[in-house]
């Protein structure tokens, strides 16, 4: 059976930054009506191919045929206006604005120079209908959340007139049933007969949503192969390789804390402690050598509890005792000096200060500890920085490299690595594996798992239940800023956990 | 060949510091068309002299007031209050020195200095609380100075010019010393100083670490309220030492024109020094060439002969210019305006080939 022409076709895409080939003759082809995933690790080239085909950077080499005619986009604006749009992971819309005003600002209908706001809001409230968006359209944007907003974002790109969508990993931070709605709705964009980029990391969603896959690795195409036809084992192997044992290992681990474990006393232990709005008071005792993980959906009070910890944010309630001693945790500063740390998942806004270099931002921490007075050496700081790039093999191994350049995988290393130099007792860790790619992924699970062994004591917080249980030695269930309940990994299965989520109570 | 070497100078342009350090020097041969003897420097009873020495003595104020102002900067901030604090211990300064029996005693004129500087200090102490303590937008916490500090200056010097006759104050801003001029001393080490202060501590890291993101800065433990009242602090006393050497240099003090606008040069300065507004890295060496630059377009517009009457103009046109080359933006586009249209034109010849079988 003949294909049908592609509607976009990249050819041979060559893209070197100085020092390295980001991309070295990629070929990708997209076609109307599917859903084409772009996969691979961090570092991949998913990105740099997404921004040589939007004109963000100039390509060294190579051809883009857009319905056959060979374009070169001078930017994202360009290219939305050939048909070619993104809707990114963080939004980029005015949250100050409302729906309707995000949806046509820049091209709006205008009668002799004056605005149709009217018009503005029934072709709003029309497009959201489309979308069987259940919103209101001249309400502030801000005040949706996030995956609403991304939805907006997506009536915008297809009011532009997108034959091409580009999903640059838009679940990360959406919960289930978030992500149902827009897969909901790139179905229904497929079946209109737009061509969709999707790019994610969650093998799962590949094979709810997709029908074709491209896979990279360092900048190299690896293979394009029909999703119904790649079993999920074949397509982790295609993303890295030979590191695939690395996966199967871990679930090798022992799963419940040693009993020697429970009878010392926790490294930090919290007690009724709670904010108002944010969490409700909660009991919760980390020991040492011991993961626990904190599960729950999106908004269920995890980021909460882990920011009370680590005095982010101030308690109203309760007390937090380290090592049976009660402390005051006021700020960061004092949380440090108790040997708590505290990796966010924003690692942007929140953790990288990105026009700092890697040893910069790897001593950070311990050089805030210090106070400016004491410098550490500058041989100190090498040491130091060489040692975890090489430990966490963060890549390119270059500390003098502005964090900004690195990848998303990269940079949550580095963020880890600040945190690690300064020797904690309590490691908070908010998603450390969002938005990374697999093989980065199992590094971090192994990094943890091999942390607990070293007598550290570990908060894991993630979206992902699997990878909660997986790691876990105590798993505490949140559910609408409520601790449920807190119980022993043994033999916990997902859907057990599932089910105190949904019910709200210990089963 | 050309290969490398035009390699090697897009390396050199790619320096942060190569485009105004260029345009400083080119700003300084073009006096050399006017004045033949510009780049003369000799020694006349025993002081340095040359239009060269002139500029940096002139510029010293400037350079102490933008000294500080990189680092306010660096945290995202900004100072407005500067020229009010130059005024201010200014006149507090002569007003002492003016009240002495004895106007030349050195024990009365570093009392002067003394509580001048002192004063100062607690100007930023008072920047730094709205700033950090307050929270406080620092564009709106520094007008408050900006406005209230002129009108500070001038109650210290009852709405008069304070006129001074002391020999040791004059020394500060016009005097000199082992033949070089004193204030230009003062200068080089203040910002010694400053380098010593930002590099060889971690003050300079912790300083771009707040500016470049301070939630970031807060949560990995840094005092960033510390960090940035000290900026401020820092940053009033060197327009504190600055208001010195301009009073000094005219042995008066006038509450309203001293200092008056200084703030914009020295946010010019910095900016030119590569230095963004929007906080993070920062460069005390651009910042002196910044500095330097301001100076020697002042000098120039004197010796070329602008009229007076558009000096402000001419003044605002360079700047302009120098802005822009320094921008790589800007020059990306005038240098891709040059090459854009054939390579498009590349493209075009190229899917004609391919749609012609």
């Given amino acids: ?507 | 060949m050309t290969a490398s070497l035009s390699g090697h100078m897009s390396a050199l342009t790619r320096r942060r510091l190569f485009w105004p350090v260029t345009i400083l020097i080119v700003l300084l041969l073009a006096n050399l068309l006017f004045t033949p003897d510009f780049f003369k420097i000799e020694i006349r009873g025993g002081h340095l002299y040359g239009s060269l020495i002139d500029i940096v003595r002139f510029g010293a104020p400037l350079i102490m007031v933008a000294l500080g102002m990189t680092l306010v900067i660096a945290t995202r901030g900004i100072d407005l209050s500067v020229g009010s604090i130059v005024a201010i211990c200014g006149a507090l300064a002569c007003l002492w020195i003016s009240g002495q029996d004895d106007q030349n005693s050195v024990a009365g004129v570093l009392t002067a200095v003394g509580l001048a500087l002192g004063l100062a200090l607690v100007l930023g102490l008072w920047n730094g609380f709205l700033v950090a303590g307050v929270g406080m937008q620092p564009i709106i916490a520094t007008l408050i100075l900006m406005v209230a500090g002129r009108g500070l200056a001038q109650l210290i010097t009852d709405g008069q010019i304070i006129t001074i006759n002391s020999t040791p104050y004059k020394l500060i801003g016009g005097g000199y010393w082992l033949t070089v001029p004193f204030s230009i001393l003062l200068a080089l080490g203040a910002v010694a100083l400053a380098v010593a202060l930002t590099r060889r501590t971690a003050l300079g890291m912790l300083i771009e670490s707040v500016g470049g993101n301070a939630e970031a800065s807060r949560l990995a433990g840094i005092g960033s309220r510390r960090i940035i009242v000290m900026v401020y602090v820092f940053c009033a006393f060197c327009a504190g030492i600055a208001g010195l050497m301009i009073s000094s240099n005219v042995s008066s003090a006038d509450g309203n024109n001293a200092g008056l606008w200084i703030e914009l040069d020295a946010i010019l300065a910095v900016v030119i020094g590569g230095t963004s507004l929007a906080g993070g890295r920062f460069s005390i060496g651009g910042t002196v060439v910044g500095a330097l630059l301001i100076q020697a377009l002042s000098t120039t517009i004197y010796t070329v002969g602008v009229p007076p009457e558009t000096t402000l103009l001419f003044k605002a046109l360079v700047v302009t210019v120098v802005c822009l080359i320094q921008s790589p933006a800007f020059r990306a586009k005038v240098f891709q305006r040059r090459r854009r249209p054939s390579a498009r034109a590349a493209a075009r010849e190229k899917t004609k080939v391919e749609v012609a079988p």
Wanted: charged share 25%.
């Fill in chain 1, 1 to 507: 059976m003949a294909e049908p022409a592609a509607i976009l076709a990249m050819t041979g895409i060559t893209k070197e930054f100085p020092g390295v080939k980001a991309l070295s003759d990629v070929d990708f082809r997209l076609f109307p009506g599917e859903v084409h995933a772009l996969m691979g690790e961090n570092g991949a080239g998913k990105s740099t191919l997404i921004k040589a085909l939007t004109g963000v950077y100039d390509i060294d080499g190579g051809e883009i045929l857009l319905e056959g005619e060979a374009v070169r986009f001078t930017g994202p604006l360009q290219a939305q206006q050939a048909g070619v749009s993104t809707v990114y992971q963080e939004i980029n819309l005015c949250p100050n604005l409302s729906v309707a005003e995000n949806i046509f600002i820049g091209r709006e209908p205008r009668r002799l120079g004056a605005i149709q706001w009217k018009k503005i809001h029934r072709r709003a409230t029309e497009l959201l209908r489309r979308l069987r968006l259940d919103i209101d359209a001249s309400a502030l944007l801000g005040t949706y959340s996030i995956a609403v907003q991304q939805m907006v974002a997506i009536a915008r790109a297809i009011d532009i007139s997108a034959k091409v969508l580009i999903f640059d990993e838009p679940t990360s931070s959406l919960d289930a049933k978030e992500c149902e709605q827009l897969f909901r709705v790139m179905r229904q964009l497929k079946d209109e007969g737009i061509a969709i980029l999707f790019v994610t990391h969650f093998l799962d969603q590949v094979y709810e949503v997709t029908d074709r896959v491209t896979v990279l690795r360092n900048g190299r195409l690896v293979g394009e192969r029909l999703t119904a036809e790649l079993a999920q084992i074949d397509l982790v192997a295609m993303m890295i390789g030979k590191e695939l044992e690395v996966l199967e290992q871990l679930d090798e681990q022992p799963k419940s804390s040693p009993a020697a474990l429970q009878d010392a006393s926790p490294v930090v232990a919290a007690s009724e402690l709670g904010r108002d709005g944010a969490v409700a008071p909660f009991n919760l005792a980390i020991h040492r050598g011991e993961v626990v993980g904190l599960a729950g959906l999106l908004g269920s009070g995890r980021t909460e509890v882990a920011r009370l910890l680590f005095g982010a944010d101030r308690a109203d309630h309760g007390q937090i005792r380290v090592d049976g001693t009660t402390v005051a945790v006021r700020n960061p500063r004092t949380a440090m000096a108790h040997g708590i740390a505290f990796c966010s998942e924003n690692r942007r806004t929140e953790g990288l200060v990105e026009d700092l270099t890697v040893r910069e931002n790897i001593i950070l921490a311990l050089q805030a500890e210090r106070g400016w007075s004491r410098p550490i050496p500058r041989r100190r700081q090498e040491e130091l920085v060489d040692k975890y790039i090489k430990a966490l093999r963060i890549t390119p191994a270059n500390p003098d490299m502005v964090v900004r350049n690195l990848s998303g995988g990269n940079q949550q290393k580095v963020l880890l690595a600040r945190w690690l130099i300064t020797e904690p007792r309590l490691l908070i860790l908010d998603e450390p594996t969002r938005g990374i790619d697999v093989g980065a992924k199992a590094e971090i699970q192994r990094l943890v798992v091999s942390l607990a062994d070293g007598g550290m004591a570990v908060l894991f917080i993630s979206a992902e239940l699997e990878e909660v249980l997986r790691l876990s030695h105590k798993i505490a269930v949140l559910r609408d800023r409520h601790l449920v309940t807190e119980m022993p990994n043994d033999g916990v299965d997902v859907e057990h956990v599932m089910r105190i989520i949904a019910s709200g109570a210990a089963v």
